[in-house]
């Protein structure tokens, strides 16, 4: 009973419209942060899970110690973000551990996503500003 009022909830509330239309905002926030950080060389997406693939600058050598840093100051080092401080839960997964994995939930707001932006570019400049980026977190 309850998986059938969880689905009738998503229909009659246009859950399927939502997160199209949210994945599509979150799709096009990813690529811009690839724009300007090119260490990640891919953005795969199903529906709102979003997979982000970091690799050395200039080749397609897996850079698992990028995406471990990335998640270790989402956990660690919250920002401050309209008065809040904020961080990410994120898992870094794939063979080589080069890839963080968003799985947000089916509601998720437009401003969330952009908090999610705000800290992924943050995130990735204190890295880039910080010496020795291979080592370990």
Known sequence: ALGLTTFAQ???NNYHVYCDTIGDYLNQKCQEIQLIHPEIKRIDQIGLAVGIEFCMLDSIDPNPLLAKKVMHLGLFNPLLYRGKKCGLVIQVV???????????AIDISKEEVDLFFF????YLDIIKRTPNEQEKP
């Open 10 to 12: 998503i229909e009659n």
């Open 94 to 104: 794939g063979f080589y551990e080069n890839v963080i994995t968003l799985s947000p």
């Open 119 to 122: 800290l992924m570019m943050s």
